[in-house]
């Protein structure tokens, strides 16, 4: 069963630090590039932070320098993956998700964070 769950949100300071955790149930997850994905009120859904099988990594402009992907697949049918979100902005704020790229059309709930002083 495909199952995408997702945590480690909550309210920052500007300037502070969060990892958000992704844990991805089944074992087809592995050879899928993932991508972290946020969406803030009144805006699309977009993609900030992508992983390949290989651990090629790409990132928005956005949040280039700020936050890391990371991703463990040493879990046979669970594949976590991280984002250590570092010197967090006030535009940062939305709900975040992890999903497949291309994305699959099962979301998880997403973990919300909050960006405020």
């Known amino acids: 069963q495909v199952q995408l769950v997702e945590s480690g949100g909550g309210l920052v300071q500007p300037g502070g630090s969060l990892r958000l955790s992704c844990a991805a149930s089944g074992s087809m997850f592995s050879g899928y590039a993932m991508g972290w994905y946020r969406q803030a009120p009144g805006k699309q859904r977009e993609v900030v932070a992508i992983?390949?099988?290989?651990?090629?990594?790409?990132?928005?402009d956005s949040v280039k320098g700020r936050f890391t992907i990371s991703r463990d697949n040493t879990k046979n049918t669970v594949n976590t993956v991280y984002l250590q979100m570092n010197a967090v902005k006030p535009e940062d704020a939305a709900v975040y998700y992890c999903n497949a790229l291309p994305f699959l059309p099962s979301w998880g709930q997403g973990t919300q964070v909050t960006v405020s002083s």
């Open positions: 992983i390949g099988t290989d651990g090629f990594t790409h990132y928005d």
